[in-house]
């Protein structure tokens, strides 16, 4: 082989290499698009506050009937506008369960108690993945680039997600410790405002946290593109 033809072939599996920039970018992407993308928040917003306003002039029961037609009527415009099937159906089922715990029980209140549970439940994974050392962001991280990295032998890569996994930890818990007091106090009114104030805002804050970790975590254990050329 000549060296120009070397040279090409070199400039050849260069160009074709996926950068690592890119296939992060792409998994990001992915990862938006399952949420429902930015107004996927604003939607998961719009039947608490239709349940709460309604059930402040309305009887349990067509509240939650007006719930659910809001759900379906959110969810067939998220459809039209060509969303995934899992983005628009997702917060319909998570209705369809907070408004059948609330026709079982007759509590407006317990139509916020799968949230409480939930919050408490990723409170306890998040922090104990922490004391076991493996903590939570880490293992995602891994599993998302092909599950065979040692990252938590790199001292910086295991510190970063210990940082990123306790903010979601504290998240979690600052969700549960408020809600749970607010559904002691019997006031679903204020469990809607806590959901909301509590949801995108804390939410959008620990996904920046978890993106930082995992774009150290790349930078330190994934090759550089220029270091895949030779």
């Known amino acids: 082989m000549t060296m120009t033809q070397q040279h090409r072939d070199d400039e050849h599996r260069t160009a074709t290499l996926p950068t690592t920039d890119t296939a992060t970018a792409e998994r990001e992407l992915t990862l ?3 949420m429902g993308g930015p107004m996927g928040f604003v939607y998961s917003t719009v039947p ?3 349940f709460v306003a309604a059930n402040a002039f309305l009887p349990l029961p067509m509240t939650i009937a007006v719930s659910i037609a809001v759900g379906l009527g959110l969810t067939g415009f998220r459809l039209l506008r060509g969303e995934r099937f899992a983005s628009a159906a997702g917060g ?3 209705l369809g369960g907070a408004v059948g715990i609330v026709a079982w029980t007759g509590s407006a209140k317990d139509f916020f108690v799968i949230g ?5 439940a990723g409170f306890v994974v998040a922090l104990g993945s922490v004391l076991v050392r493996r903590p939570l962001t880490g293992v995602v991280w891994n599993l998302t680039h092909g599950g065979t990295h040692d990252w938590r032998s790199d001292r910086v890569a295991l510190r970063v997600h210990d940082v990123a996994t306790l ?3 504290a998240v979690f818990g600052a969700r ?3 809600k749970e007091w607010l559904y002691l106090a019997d006031s679903a009114t204020w469990l809607a405002v806590a959901k909301v104030a509590m949801g995108t805002p804390l939410t959008v804050l ?3 946290v978890v993106v930082w970790a995992f774009r150290r975590t790349t930078s330190r254990l994934l090759p550089r593109p220029e270091d895949q050329r030779f």
């Open 32 to 34: 938006l698009d399952r």
């Open 48 to 50: 608490i506050v239709v």
């Open 92 to 94: 319909l089922f998570g």
């Open 116 to 120: 409480i549970w939930a919050a408490l």
């Open 167 to 169: 903010f979601a930890a």
């Open 176 to 178: 549960f410790v408020v």
């Open 206 to 208: 620990a996904a920046l």
